[in-house]
Antibody, heavy 122, light 108 residues
């Protein structure tokens, strides 16, 4: 079955770059059928879509984060990575990776990782 | 960006109750809407997409309806495992994906 597992440091310092990896099993990130992306959720708050990437390397980012976000693929490891630069306390959140299934003009997030909490603090 | 407003933000209900949650979009989004269920400490789970299509494996007591700017999620007979927070999400791939603020369904 499809599984996604996020990993990375649980603590980041203000102004530094947050880096996370999502290991995917049961589905190839090189498939034409899917995008792969990231969503975050600050403690006790709602969900915010960060961005996504296609196997070609084409990316879509949330305009509110676009200047600080980079999402990449490592096809040899079947992994998706997220980098968020110049972090502040407002970036403290649980970060989820998710498979984006395109059905025509629709994009549904049909598989999610368990999430990883990143705290931004000095 | 398309803004999604859910109502109510909180509701308390009893097992067996019929529950309805509304999601309103700031502009028309046709049927490009999904509903997710999230339990504490867990990732969201896809329930419904394209406004009314039930994801495989989701119980039939869940249903969705609507198009344009107003959508509803209905649970026909609330079960103990349904107490959770529910989010709507606009699905148009050509726009930034956005979520509603969430509706927490608690036990009365």
């Amino acid at each position: 079955q499809v599984q996604l597992q996020e990993s990375g440091p649980g603590l980041a310092k203000p102004s530094e770059t947050l880096s996370l990896t999502c290991a995917v099993s049961g589905s190839s990130i090189s498939s034409e059928s899917y995008y792969w992306g990231w969503i975050r959720q600050p403690p006790g708050k709602g969900l915010e879509w960060i961005g996504s990437i296609y196997y070609t390397g084409s990316t879509n980012y949330n305009p509110s984060l676009k200047s600080r976000v980079t999402i990449t693929l490592d096809t040899s490891k079947n992994q998706v990575s997220l980098k968020l630069s110049s972090v502040t306390a407002a970036d403290t959140a649980v970060y989820y990776c998710a498979r984006h299934l395109h059905m025509g003009a629709n994009t549904v997030l049909d598989y999610w990782g368990q999430g990883t909490l990143v705290t931004v603090s000095s | 960006d398309i803004q999604l407003t859910q109502s109510p933000s909180f509701l308390s209900a009893s097992v067996g109750d019929r529950v309805t949650i509304t999601c309103r979009a700031s502009q028309g989004i046709s049927s490009y809407l999904a509903w997710y269920q999230q339990k504490p400490g867990k990732a969201p789970k896809l329930l419904i997409y394209a406004a009314s299509t039930l994801q495989s494996g989701v119980p039939s007591r869940f249903s969705g309806s609507g198009s344009g700017t107003e959508f509803t999620l209905t649970i026909s007979s609330l079960q103990p495992e349904d107490f959770a927070t529910y989010y709507c999400q606009q699905l148009n791939r050509y726009l930034p994906l956005t979520f509603g603020g969430g509706t927490k369904v608690a036990i009365k």
